[in-house]
């Protein structure tokens, strides 16, 4: 079946401009995250959506951050102004079950963002 | 160990060897590890993942080791292949939901 699919693949954009970056997760998996990693760097967590509860936003690094999920499927994570310390590759995870710890998350492979 | 900035700690073997790649974790509440691979443009890949009422589990050929006294988790790769050469991360669950927090990684460069 399809995995974790994310758009664009890469995004060039110049500094202050607007980004929008999609997040398709497996099918039927009510659990969506949002990870962050710089080059050379661990993934850093940003936010995460499960069903129809509040997210978790704790990880957005400023309010320039944000991300919608519709219909507990597809997410769009929004960065406004962006400055070239956003520059990153920014991974999607999924995963299948209600608000349950212990399970694995399944990545995309990521928007590579490139701020100039 | 942990790296920094742009260099990550680098582990070369031979094709056919055994690898062990460490990781320290931070917090002793963590009750979830998982380690993944994340090769060259991809994103993370589920290699095995532990309880912390365990101390060891096997895959195929793939053992994690955990232990809870000192924080320490290490992945075993036996009989190293080519396919292996990736970025190793070990994440930890804090509590709560699954709330992933990585490490910063370790490269595994595998040599013929």
């Known amino acids: 079946g399809a995995g974790v699919s994310q758009s664009p693949s890469n995004k060039v954009t110049e500094k202050g401009k607007d980004v929008e970056l999609r997040c398709d997760p497996i099918?039927?998996?009510?659990?969506l995250y949002w990870y962050r990693q710089s080059l050379g760097q661990g993934l850093e967590f940003l936010i995460y959506?499960?069903?129809?509860?509040?997210?978790?936003k704790s990880g957005l690094p400023s309010d320039r951050f944000s991300a919608e999920r519709t219909g507990g499927s597809v997410s769009t994570l929004t960065i406004q102004r962006t400055q070239q310390e956003d520059s990153a590759v920014y991974l999607c995870?999924?995963?299948?079950?209600?608000?349950?710890?212990?399970?694995?998350?399944?990545f995309g492979s990521g928007t590579q963002l490139s701020v100039l | 160990g942990e790296s920094v900035g742009l260099h990550l700690p680098t582990l070369s073997v031979q094709e056919g060897d055994n690898s062990i790649i460490n990781c320290a974790y931070s917090?002793?509440?963590?009750?979830?590890f998982i380690w993944y691979k994340q090769e060259s443009g991809k994103g993370p890949q589920f290699i095995i993942d532990?309880?912390?009422?365990?101390d060891k589990r096997q895959g195929q050929r793939v053992t994690v080791l955990l232990n809870k006294t000192v924080k320490h988790l290490s992945l075993q790769i036996a009989a190293t292949q080519p396919g292996d050469s990736a970025v190793y991360f070990c994440?930890?669950?804090?509590?709560?939901?699954?709330?992933?927090?990585f490490g910063a990684g370790t490269r595994l460069a595998v040599h013929p």
């Open positions: 994440a930890e669950n804090t509590g709560g939901y699954n709330k992933l927090i």
């Open positions: 099918s039927g998996h009510t659990a």
């Open positions: 995870a999924s995963s299948p079950r209600t608000g349950r710890t212990n399970e694995k998350l399944f």
């Open positions: 532990i309880r912390s009422n365990m």
């Open positions: 917090n002793s509440a963590s009750d979830y």
């Open positions: 959506f499960q069903g129809n509860s509040a997210p978790d």
